[in-house]
C-alpha cells in the first residue's frame, strides 16, 4: 500500500523529471550535435524518456486517436 510521502516523493521526482527533459535536454542535445559527442547524445536521449505513468498515458491516447480516426475517416486495408 502506498502512503501519501510515497505519492509525493513519486510526484516531486515526475514533476522534476519533466523539468529537466524541457529545460535541460534540448540545450544537451544540441551541444552533443554540435560536438558530435556520442555520449553526450546518448544522455541526452536517455534523458527524454518521460516517467513510466506519462509514456503509458501517451501511449493510451495515441492508441485511442488512432483507433478513432480510423473509424470516422473510413480507413480500410484492402487485401490484393
Known amino acids: 500500500m502506498r502512503t501519501d510521502a510515497n505519492r509525493g516523493q513519486r510526484r516531486r521526482w515526475e514533476q522534476g523529471h519533466l523539468s529537466l527533459l524541457f529545460g535541460r535536454v534540448p540545450r544537451v542535445l544540441g551541444r552533443a550535435i554540435a560536438s558530435r559527442n556520442a555520449n553526450l547524445v546518448a544522455m541526452a ?3 527524454m524518456v518521460p516517467p513510466l505513468s506519462l509514456l503509458v498515458v501517451l501511449t493510451v491516447v495515441g492508441l485511442t486517436l488512432t483507433f478513432v480516426s480510423s473509424q470516422i475517416g473510413g480507413w480500410h ?3 490484393s
Open 45 to 47: 536521449l536517455d534523458m
Open 77 to 79: 486495408c484492402h487485401s
